[in-house]
């Protein structure tokens, strides 16, 4: 079992900028891919961006070139720095960690509330 915290959500101005973190525990010697989805009020989950234990990145046509997810090994953390923010990005964030394997299991973490004010 893995167990996912985020932090970092809230009120931001369009143009500004938040950090969400991601912080992982229990059996994350299992995980491999962590990541960032979205769902907005009356719309489906969608992936913003992900990252491989390798470091290899992935993200949505719409947040390339203004968010940026890394990955903190060390500290089993995943982050998301989300720069030039627009109010359509205004959504609750989850954070995803995907284990190793040929059924991999995709773990959630509690989702937190990023809104941003026009």
């Known amino acids: 079992q893995v167990q996912l915290v985020e932090s970092g959500g809230g009120l931001v101005q369009a143009g500004g900028s938040l950090r969400l973190s991601c912080a992982a525990s229990g059996s994350i010697f299992s995980i491999n891919a962590m990541g960032w989805y979205r769902q907005a009020p009356g719309k489906q989950r969608e992936l913003v961006a992900a990252i491989t234990s390798g470091g290899s990145t992935n993200y949505a046509d719409s947040v390339k070139g203004r968010f940026t997810i890394s990955r903190d090994n060390a500290k089993n953390t995943v982050y998301l720095q989300m720069n030039s923010l627009k109010p359509e990005d205004t959504a609750v964030y989850y954070c995803?960690?995907?284990?190793?394997?040929?059924?991999?299991?995709?773990?959630w973490g509690q989702g937190t509330q990023v809104t941003v004010s026009s």
């Open positions: 995803i960690a995907g284990t190793y394997g040929k059924v991999p299991d995709n773990y």
